[in-house]
Every structure is written in C-alpha cells, then in structure tokens.
C-alpha cells in the first residue's frame, strides 16, 4: 500500500534559516523570569535609557500637526536632507537626498541591500565576529557568506591580508559594523584605510559599512571608511537611531549609497514595507539636528559601566577580556572552560556555556557561535552598575563548579 507524504506548507528559505540567537536567549530569560526566577538579561542589544524627552515632544508634535499618513518609500524630503546634512557635518560623506533610503530600522537597510545587490552564487565577505543577522540575511540574498575573522589577541580586528585572500571574482561585497557588535572593536583610521585600499583594488566590490553605534564611541571622532576618496563611490553607509538616540522600538535606520543602489533598495522595499512611519520621521529629522547632550551623557554612562564589567570579568579565572573602544558589549575568551564540567553538564561549546551561565546564575548572555565565535559570549552592559555587578558576582559563583 502506498502512502502520501506530505509536503512541508513552509518554504525551504524559512526552514534553513538560523533564528536570531540573541532573540532566542532574551525568550529563554522571559521564561526563566515568569516561572518566579530572578533573571538579569544582558542578551539584547538595547539602550536601557529612555528616548529623550525633546525626540519624544517632537513625535507628539508631530502627530498633532497630521503626519499619520503614508511617506514616500524612501522617507519624508526633511528627513532625509537632515541625514544628507549629518553625513556631511559628521562623517565627511557627500550623498545627494535621492541617494538616501529610510528604513524600518537599520537591519531592513542591510536586508535590502542583500536582495538588491546580491545573486545565487555571489559571495558576500563578512568580517567577524559579526552581528548574528548579517549571516543570514545574505544567505537569504541567495549568496554564500564567507568569513574573515580575528581574535581577541587582534582586538577582534582582522589582517587586511586575509581580507585580501578571501576576495574573488563572486565577491559582491564586504560587510562590518565598527564600532562593532559584538566585540565592541573600533577599527582606527588606518586599519580602515588599510581595508579601504584593498577594495579599491577590486573595481566590482562594494562595502556595507554598518555604524549604528557611531555615537557610542570612546575612542574619539567617529571615522567612516567611506570617507577614504578611492572607496568612496562603492560604499554604503548604513544608520539608524536606535542606539546612539536610545530609540529601538522606533524602527528608523537609513542609508546613503550610490545612486543605483538606493533607488534599487526603495523599489525592494517598496514591495514589502513601504515608508516608515510619519511622526517618527519627523523626530528623527529634529534629532539629527537637535541638542546631542543625551547622546553624549548616555555615552559616558556606557564607559563607566564598561570599565566596571572589564575589571569584574579580569578577575574571573580563564576569562580573556579585551577593552572594546565602542557600542555596549564585552566578548571574552572563554575556551578555557570548554571541556569542564559540574559534574552533571560537560561545556563543550560556547551554547553549552551560555546555556550553563543561565541556569547556574540566572544571567542571560549570547552563546559566541552565533557571532562566528565559538571561543567567546557575547554580554551586553546596557543594565544598571547594580545589576552589572551583581551579574558578575553570580557567573564567578557559578563557574567555580566547573573543573
């Protein structure tokens, strides 16, 4: 007798594609946390400040003036010579208004760049460790990520030579975000200039440079690798305000890239989303332009909270911690441990790890693998000093049990 099987309603894309693993662990910690557990997420990226009070009286102004319409796909005309005129100020980049693209939110930016730019049997190069969605949303362009990678002993910065010998003739494009999520490296003028150089050499390869962390810098003045004159007119410079403005839940990020690219990216999206919304547009535009002390105090704050988690984690044995220059991140070295045990759990990666860390001291971190890291966790320090250091009291606790 024959049977019938039955094919999958779901589509191959969706079943191959990885969930975002930071969503994932901030889901296990809700859990956790409805079950009665005292739980302390540093799993997200996410500011724990509230919007400023100016953006936020601009948005109800806003709303009381009428923008609850449709936009333009590619965003309101004030928003985006506001950006033309940030890029400018800030960034020495030269974009004309009809060059911008204002998105749902900066990953929707580097999603439309993948389904515009890219083709089955493209390569995309990403360098990592790098933001767990890069991976997949250029697998969902249809291309093969290929990594370039460096360690903790580099800073997490790679060797421009490997970026070199990773590039071929199916290389669309490379991708990073400095200040970087989630290592918290800032690649310094001449390492930039240095990457910059290798891609100029390549007539048909672009860069997405992702700088959502732009603000959160302690370093100094922000450089885009735009800026470099030879890569200039093959870079695109992706945005958005969701950290530097503390405004996740607005979902406004923004791009400047070549001409051809940006009106490619706004017939894409075009099809999916349409034009952000109205009112936030227009906080967006008057924050670009508006009073950056918030910006500025919120940076300051993450410094002080950095130097708390470095020196906490340093004391921890078999930690390996570097002093990430930007965003709100550590990402130590924990290979140490990989082979100890509880006597009940062996750790044999970095999920084992973070998975151990969660249950034993109800701290919720990111397992490395998902930033192509398997050595390391990923912590995000956008908590209280409290919270922070009673976070690292119990992950010293807990790892005492592994021998």
Partial sequence: ??????????????????????????????????????????????????????????????????????????????????????????????????????????????????????NKGDEAIILGPYWVSYYEIVRLGGATPVIVSAGIENDYKINPEDLRAAITEKTKFIIFSSPCNPTGSVYTREELKAIADIVADFEDLYIISDEIYEYINFAGKHVSIGAFENVRDRTITVNGFAKGFAMTGWRLGYMGAPLEIAKACAKMQGQFTSGATAFGQKAAAYALN???????????????????????????????????????????????????????????????????????AHVAVVAGSAFGAEGCFRLSYAASEAQLVEAIRRIKEAVKKLS
């Fill in 1 to 118: 007798m024959s049977t019938i099987t039955k094919k999958s309603i779901l589509s191959e894309r969706i079943l191959s594609m990885a969930e975002s693993a930071t969503i994932a662990m901030a889901q296990m910690a809700r859990d956790l946390k409805a079950k009665g557990h005292d739980i302390i997420s540093l799993s997200l990226g996410e500011p724990d400040f509230d919007t400023p009070e100016h953006i936020k009286e601009a948005a109800i102004q806003a709303l009381k003036d009428g923008y609850t319409k449709y936009t333009p796909v590619p965003g309101l005309p004030e928003l985006r010579q506001a950006i033309v005129d940030k890029f400018k100020r800030d960034n020495d980049l030269d974009f004309d208004m009809s060059q911008i693209v204002v998105s749902n939110g900066a990953k929707q930016c580097i999603a439309n760049l993948s389904l515009t730019m890219l």
């Fill in 290 to 360: 508006a009073d950056m002390t918030p910006t500025w105090e919120m940076r300051d704050e993450f410094k002080k909270r950095r130097d708390i988690v470095i020196a906490g984690l340093k004391e921890i044995p078999g930690f390996i911690v570097n002093n990430p220059k930007g965003a709100f991140y550590v990402f130590p070295d924990i290979s140490a441990y990989f082979g100890k045990s509880d006597g009940n759990v062996t750790i044999q990666n970095s999920n084992d790890f973070a998975q151990f860390i969660l249950l034993n």
